[in-house]
């Protein structure tokens, strides 16, 4: 069985070398003599007195019976040459104790090493026993020690804590361990590492090791809670101004001058330019299904990590089954769309790691605008954009908005609730006929109504007999109960017709 510490993977020998890399907690320090490779065979206490009887190969704790003083200079000589002509492997004083130079260079040249450690004589050599012994109590003893170290460093809040819980446990297992990055691992795995609710990775050993068999759960909980907090620290004050964003977005248009003075004080840079990604995941395989609230979480963690150390101002909000991420900049930034198409480029790689290949994640852009009321347009544009691309069968494409033609007009129209209603409520006797027959009845009557009624331009743009859309037609007017002759009529039939094709997929 490997022992840790080993200079030779192939031998069950203790050596001094390895018991001292595990004791840290004890103190030791090397007086005399040189520990590497030193084999150690058992463990005894003798009292000062008794060590001509020490056995050979063994460890020996000098005890102080009574708790008397520290040995004089002379007994300490003395004691050296009995453990040297014992030919024991190492001789451990466990009070503060000086040692001659005389007598440091009769131990080296002897080959005796001589410590020191701030410990009591029968917690030391429990310890060395079981480091010897090696089996299930040498790794419960490694496993304890490795525990209490990452308790102990943990509640000194180190600034780079995952680095500083890793190391220390490393050293008191003396195996080392890392955290690796994993988009499969799950909460309930034991070397999970998550951060609040999401897994982010697991910690692993460098090699097989009883004794990080058993650490290895507790270190990554508390590494997981570590981890918890310091990203609580980092992204808590992003967080609470993502809720403000949601406000921003949802309230009514009369509520946004008193938001705006809200988000400003609360460090919320409304008067900068705001360019919006409109993030939608969607199952390939599934369109009815949405991410669940753990994968929703994930995505967002991975787009507060991304953005972090960027220069420009970054919010990431979690609205229902999407993800909006804000860049906000000074007004006329050059570059303001592209840097957030980049960013968002890479966040969709990451969020399909995470994911998997199942999912596609579709991206709309809007452009970048101005205040509180720019935030709110270049969202709308974003996510009509991804909704229309989604409806479109376009699944994981990234689409921008375009900003030059009828398509800006519909969003505006699409932003106020009371205009789309008013719009909505033209077609609405078509949704009777069932999604699919309601889409080709807009389809035609757009169609239609585009080309001034003319049956021939609406058939050929329908690729359909002229006969078949007049036979639709006639359909559509008797369900509507509209006269499409009319100008003023066929003005708000067609735009009640383009803002439902745009926005279908709400």
């Known amino acids: 069985m490997e022992q840790p510490g080993d200079s030779d993977a192939g031998t069950d020998v203790a050596t001094l070398d390895g018991i001292i890399a595990q004791a840290e907690r004890f103190s030791v320090q090397v007086l005399a003599g040189d520990p590497t490779g030193v084999a150690v065979e058992g463990v005894e206490m003798l009292a000062v007195d008794d060590l001509a009887t020490a056995t050979r190969s063994h460890l020996v704790i000098a005890s102080h019976p009574g708790g008397g003083p520290p040995p004089r200079t002379y007994q300490i ?45 029968s917690d030391l050599a429990v310890f060395v026993d079981r480091f010897v012994r090696g089996g299930a109590a040498e790794a419960l003893s490694r ?92 992204f808590g004050p992003v967080r609470s101004r993502a809720d403000l964003v949601i406000e921003l977005l949802v309230a009514e248009s009369s509520r946004l001058d008193a938001l705006s003075v809200d988000a400003a004080r609360a460090g919320l840079p409304v008067q900068l330019s705001h360019s919006v990604a409109w993030v939608t995941p969607r199952h390939r395989d599934d369109a009815e299904r949405r991410p669940s609230a753990a994968q ?26 999407n993800l909006a991420m804000v860049v906000s900049e000074e007004p006329g930034a050059p570059d303001h769309q592209r840097r957030l198409r980049e960013v968002v480029a890479r966040f969709v790689e990451l969020a399909t790691t995470t994911t998997g290949e199942d999912w596609a994640f579709t991206v709309g852009l809007g452009t970048p605008q101005s205040g509180a009321p720019g935030l709110r347009q270049s969202a709308t544009e974003a996510r009509i ?9 376009h699944l994981g494409s990234t689409v921008v908005t375009d900003v030059t033609g009828l398509r800006r007009v519909l969003l505006d129209f699409s932003a106020s609730p009371l205009s789309r209603t008013l719009l909505d409520d033209v077609l609405a006797p078509l949704d009777a006929l069932g999604p699919e027959r309601c889409d080709v009845a807009v389809r035609t009557l757009l169609a239609y109504v585009s080309t001034r009624n003319s049956l021939a331009r609406a058939a050929a743009a329908l690729t359909l007999h002229p006969n078949a859309v007049n036979y639709r037609i006639r359909r559509i007017e008797q369900t509507l109960n509209l006269d499409l002759d009319d100008p003023d009529t066929r003005f708000s039939v067609e735009l009640a017709c383009r803002l439902r094709l745009v926005t279908r997929a709400r």
């Open 77 to 121: 000589d003395i004691a050296i040459r009995r453990c040297i002509a014992a030919e024991v492997a190492c001789l451990v004083f466990v009070a503060p104790v000086t040692i001659a130079e005389t007598s440091r260079a009769l131990a080296g040249r002897a080959g005796l090493t001589v410590l020191s450690a701030a410990a009591t004589p």
């Open 143 to 234: 496993a304890e020690h490795a525990i209490a170290t990452v308790g102990r460093v943990a509640a000194a809040e180190p600034s780079d804590v995952r680095t500083a819980l890793v190391d220390a446990a490393s050293a008191a297992l003396g195996v080392p361990l890392h955290v690796v990055d994993d988009p499969t691992v799950r909460w309930t795995d034991a070397d999970a590492v998550c951060i609040g609710e999401v897994p982010v990775g697991r910690l692993v050993a460098e090699r097989r090791d009883p004794a990080a068999a058993i650490a290895l759960p507790v270190v990554a909980a508390v590494l997981s809670r570590a981890s918890s907090r310091e990203s609580l620290d980092r």
């Open 296 to 321: 929703l979480a994930a995505l967002e963690l991975r787009a507060l990590q991304l953005v972090d150390e960027r220069a420009e101002t970054w919010h990431v909000v979690g609205f229902h089954d």
């Open 385 to 393: 954009a991804a909704e229309s691309a989604v409806a479109g069968g």
